[in-house]
């Protein structure tokens, strides 16, 4: 399968959308195009890369397989950015708010280091998916206890057990990597519960000496 299908259909949806007249779609692109007199397929392609945190549709289409992946299943949640769950933002045009959120967006895949990580937020979501998986039994309800954003705190005490420099791990991250991991969100607001046993938790608790 080509790896830019979803993303060549949303830019073409976005065009047909802009052609229709939707305004939606004429404030995401404004964001990014300001002389829409030619708007096209390349440039609605340029929105749609640029809504995925890439800087150019050749950014994107240059990205691995692999990264790629993350950025798909990431976008079956639209408002997850790096610190959780946002909503729009009226205080603010649509534009002031849409560059922030996007901004904030992109920091979920990026594959720089981040808040002086010694890892990128990417190989953070990766690692935590990993420990994830390999930690934490799924179960059928939500854990009422802990929100991500206590999760997200867990994680950082486990990786100051495991890497040499501490890691900081947004509420985001920690969202992505437990999504990616195959539980389930519930989201409250910013933050959201999970479908992750507490037992499971308090085993990682004291073999990782996670105190």
Not at 48 to 70: C, R, Y
Not at 98 to 105: G, L, P, S
Request: charged residues 25%; contains cysteine; aromatic residues 12%.
């Amino acid at each position: 399968m080509n790896k830019l299908n979803i993303f060549q259909s949303q830019a073409k949806q976005l065009l047909k959308d802009f052609n229709a007249g939707k305004p939606f779609a004429l404030d995401r692109i404004a964001v990014y195009i300001h002389d829409t007199s030619k708007f096209s397929l390349m440039k609605a392609q340029h929105v749609i890369a640029k809504e995925q945190g890439f800087n150019s549709w050749d950014e994107l289409a240059k990205d691995t397989p692999e990264h790629l992946a993350v950025v798909k299943q990431m976008m079956k949640y639209p408002t997850l950015t790096s610190s959780g769950f946002l909503q729009r933002n009226l205080k603010k045009t649509y534009p002031e708010w849409k560059k922030e959120f996007d901004e904030d967006r992109a920091e979920l895949f990026s594959t720089g280091t981040i808040c002086g990580n010694i890892m990128s937020n990417y190989d953070i979501v990766l690692k935590i998916a990993d420990w994830l998986r390999k930690n934490i039994e799924p179960i059928k309800t939500q854990n009422l206890r802990h929100t991500s954003y206590s999760h997200k705190h867990r994680m950082e005490r486990m990786f100051d057990k495991t890497e040499p420099h501490h890691v900081y791990v947004s509420n985001g991250v920690f969202i992505a990597a437990a999504i990616l991991a195959g539980f389930t969100p519930k989201p409250n607001g910013i933050n959201c519960t999970f479908n992750m046993s507490e037992r499971s938790w308090q085993t990682a608790y004291k073999k990782f000496k996670m105190y």
